[in-house]
């Protein structure tokens, strides 16, 4: 996140052997607290590009492109 307080990333979630791969979603992880979750509304990017300059949206490329998702939905969350 511009503010340094956040860190997001592309990542697809584990499956067992011979399962289908999951769509790609964009992971949140808060430096204060270290707790990862998934970005609501990021399932089945294909390529995250960032934050917005104001750092209140994630902007990832869903199919098909969708417009960017509030990050403040989980940067101001308390996260389990």
Do not use: K, M
């Not at 511009?2 to 990333?9: H, L, T, Y």
């Not at 979630?13 to 990021?42: F, H, K, N």
């Amino acid at each position: 996140s511009p503010d340094g307080s956040a860190i997001a990333a592309l990542g697809f979630p584990r499956v067992g052997p011979g399962e289908p791969d999951p769509p790609g979603r964009v992971y949140l992880r808060r430096l204060d607290s270290g707790t990862t979750a998934v970005v609501p509304g990021t399932e089945g990017a294909q390529l995250f590009v960032g934050f917005s300059p104001d750092g209140r949206f994630v902007v990832n490329v869903p199919p098909p492109q969708t417009p960017p998702v509030p990050a403040t939905v989980i940067l101001n969350a308390r996260l389990p």
